[in-house]
């Protein structure tokens, strides 16, 4: 699809904000955000993925903890949370008098309703089932005492419900009706009842999203009266929009754009530790938990002499250097370097030598034919590669990669595909090789969990949160052992030996951790962003939830300056330090946007 012009972007902000109040209403501010690029595959929060939805949920609907700044948890439903002595039973107790936006009551029946679905109903855990399958039973025994108790020690439980990146609590009156009928319920009935810093009032599918402030939120008040979050279809397009003052803040921007925005005055950019990956997925064995194969994926990707020779073929360092200008690290572990505590490298790092990978395939009787593409089984190697149709990263690095493969005799076909095409054809299978990218947090349960054998489909297509229908016996094993370990060094060696495991695997081909970049304008909006930076001058990650409820309008005379509020700098406020200690542990995770990707 075409690139939105600024003119056209700023006429889709005019719709999404509505009509200007008249003259005499009382003055109303707006906080109006770039929409995660990833986009929002559904608005039902037990099926989605995608980073856009995960933000829209953590607008609007509550969680049984927030996150502190020092990584432990923090109030938000509940008010203290108590672990058994042996720890298999964990009792939440719940504020009282709480009302969902519709004025129904919140109650702990609505967060043991939503537990229990999802850990009763295949659909409903599509999204967050790895979260709860060691729990073994959720009960609310009065309106604010809720009692989780697990099959074995779990150290997360705090974390299974947070917001945005964990399982959000929605209300039982609202979604009961619909639970049979899960699969095709899409939650659109506005305005959205539930219980957030935000009331989304108004959403248009690819276009916006809007919200009212909730003014009597438990956590604190947003300082702005109205959210906007806009969906642009290119990263030009949201930075065009933000030079022009038609938005205030957008996060994932590329390296060009984040080094030019670096001069506007009146815009101030930062750098985040990365937090996440971009990598490759190869389908060598798409197949259902009971083994039943599915899709359409080349068998030959499962010989591992084949993926260890791709891996081989590949330069990350000119990935890192041509791709993303240097503003990031090349990668090998699962879990980026925005978390230090699971930090892990291979013992014998996979060299960038297509000579040895080249002498592999020989080995291994894949022999070249006259047009220098290699041979097994009959049939040329010749793969497909999916990509996004509109990331320019995936564009770029496809482009590498094509003519690495070519050069030891593998032959790769683009295929560009929406987000939701491409995800689509990865849950059925239904390719060789995909680009992906995905983000955590301090607690990296989750994006550890979707590469264990739980998580491949049931035979009817259901259930399934695989991300590359990774299945390791010992892996699952040691995940297991993680998930119950308090101690955090012990957890760590633990992690490391799973993450060898992914590494030796070649299934997942992590190249690289792009730093975050962040931009936003300092005239319209501060205290957007929270933290100290560290010594390379990095910030640490954000979340939007805490980024849009702190964030604070310019007083009616520092706008009429140009400046904003305070000292005029956007990244003030409480210095955060994520820090992981003990059993604190963080759930945070998701399929995610790098500038317009998921």
């Known amino acids: 699809m075409p690139r939105w012009t600024g003119a056209v972007a700023a006429c889709a902000l005019t719709l999404a904000l509505g009509a200007a109040p008249p003259a005499t209403a009382a003055p109303s501010t707006t906080l109006r955000a770039a929409m995660d690029g990833s986009g929002v595959d559904t608005l039902n929060p037990f099926l989605a993925f995608f980073d856009g939805a995960l933000e829209i949920f953590g607008n609007v609907y509550p969680a049984l903890n927030s996150l502190q700044p020092d990584g432990t948890p923090g109030p938000y439903l509940a008010t203290s949370w108590t672990p058994s002595a042996d720890k298999l039973t964990?009792?939440?107790?719940?504020?009282?008098?709480?009302?969902?936006?519709?004025?129904?009551?919140?109650?702990?029946?609505?967060?043991?309703?939503?537990?229990?679905?999802?850990?009763?109903?295949?659909?409903?855990?599509?999204?967050?089932?790895?979260?709860?399958?060691?729990?073994?039973?959720?009960?609310?025994?009065?309106?604010?005492?809720?009692?989780?108790?697990?099959?074995?020690?779990?150290?997360?439980?705090?974390?299974?419900?947070?917001?945005?990146?964990?399982?959000?609590?929605?209300?039982?009156?609202?979604?009961?009706?619909?639970?049979?009928?899960?699969?095709?319920?899409?939650?659109?009935?506005?305005?959205?009842?539930?219980?957030g810093p935000w009331v989304m009032t108004d959403y248009k599918q690819e276009q916006y999203a809007r919200y009212d402030a909730n003014k009597s939120f438990v956590l604190g008040a947003p300082k702005f009266d109205h959210l906007?979050?806009?969906?642009?279809?290119?990263?030009?397009?949201?930075?065009?929009?933000?030079?022009?003052?038609?938005?205030?803040?957008?996060?994932?921007?590329?390296?060009?754009?984040?080094?030019?925005?670096?001069?506007?005055?009146?815009?101030?950019?930062?750098?985040?530790?990365?937090?996440?990956?971009?990598?490759?997925?190869?389908?060598?064995?798409?197949?259902?938990?009971?083994?039943?194969?599915?899709?359409t994926g080349d068998p030959r990707l499962g010989d591992p002499v084949l993926r260890k020779a791709i891996a081989l073929a590949t330069d990350k360092q000119t990935l890192v250097t041509k791709v993303i200008d240097g503003v990031g690290q090349i990668g090998a572990g699962y879990l980026p370097p925005a978390w230090p505590q699971w930090a892990w490298k291979p013992a014998e790092p996979t060299p960038y030598d297509p000579a040895q990978a080249g002498k592999l395939l020989d080995d291994a009787g894949y022999t070249k034919g006259a047009d220098g593409i290699r041979v097994k089984d009959g049939k040329p190697l010749s793969f497909r590669l999916g990509i996004h149709s509109d990331d320019s990263a995936d564009a770029a690095i496809s482009t590498y990669l094509v003519g690495w493969m070519k050069a030891i005799g593998i032959k790769l076909t683009i295929e560009p595909l929406s987000?939701?095409?491409?995800?689509?054809?990865?849950?059925?299978?239904?390719?060789?090789?995909?680009?992906d990218a995905w983000t955590t947090g301090p607690d990296p349960t989750y994006l550890l969990g979707i590469q264990s054998c739980s998580t491949l489909p049931k035979d009817d297509g259901t259930g399934g949160n695989t991300d590359s229908f990774f299945c390791d016996a010992d892996y699952d094993k040691l995940f297991k052992e993680q998930l119950g370990t308090f101690d955090q060094a012990e957890r760590a060696k633990?992690?490391?030996?799973?993450?060898?495991?992914?590494?030796?695997?070649?299934?997942?081909?992590?190249?690289?951790?792009?730093?975050?970049?962040e931009v936003a304008r300092t005239d319209t909006v501060s205290g957007l962003t929270l933290?100290?930076?560290?010594?390379?001058?990095?910030?640490?990650?954000?979340?939007?939830?805490?980024?849009?409820?702190?964030?604070?309008p310019p007083t009616a005379a520092a706008a009429a300056e140009g400046k904003s509020d305070g000292d005029g700098l956007l990244w003030g406020g409480v210095a955060v330090v994520v820090i992981v200690l003990g059993a604190a542990i963080v759930v945070l995770r998701r399929r995610s946007a790098k500038g317009d990707r998921e």
């Open 531 to 552: 933290g100290e930076p560290n010594a390379q001058g990095l910030y640490p990650a954000q979340s939007a939830f805490w980024s849009y409820l702190k964030a604070t």
């Open 494 to 517: 633990i992690i490391g030996q799973m993450q060898d495991i992914l590494y030796k695997a070649d299934v997942n081909q992590i190249y690289y951790y792009a730093n975050g970049l």
């Open 419 to 435: 987000m939701s095409a491409l995800n689509s054809d990865l849950a059925k299978g239904d390719w060789d090789l995909l680009m």
């Open 228 to 295: 906007v979050e806009q969906s642009f279809k290119s990263t030009d397009a949201a930075v065009a929009a933000l030079r022009s003052g038609q938005i205030d803040y957008k996060s994932g921007v590329n390296a060009t754009q984040f080094k030019a925005l670096q001069n506007d005055k009146n815009i101030k950019a930062i750098q985040t530790v990365g937090n996440g990956w971009m990598g490759l997925e190869i389908n060598h064995n798409a197949r259902t938990r009971s083994g039943k194969r599915i899709g």
């Open 90 to 195: 964990w009792t939440f107790k719940l504020r009282d008098g709480l009302k969902w936006s519709d004025g129904k009551p919140l109650t702990s029946d609505d967060a043991a309703w939503t537990l229990n679905l999802i850990m009763s109903d295949a659909v409903a855990g599509t999204a967050n089932g790895s979260l709860v399958s060691n729990f073994a039973s959720v009960t609310a025994p009065d309106p604010t005492t809720l009692v989780i108790k697990t099959k074995a020690p779990q150290a997360s439980v705090p974390y299974v419900s947070i917001p945005m990146r964990g399982i959000p609590i929605v209300p039982r009156h609202v979604w009961e009706p619909h639970a049979q009928q899960l699969k095709d319920y899409k939650n659109d009935a506005l305005p959205v009842v539930g219980y």
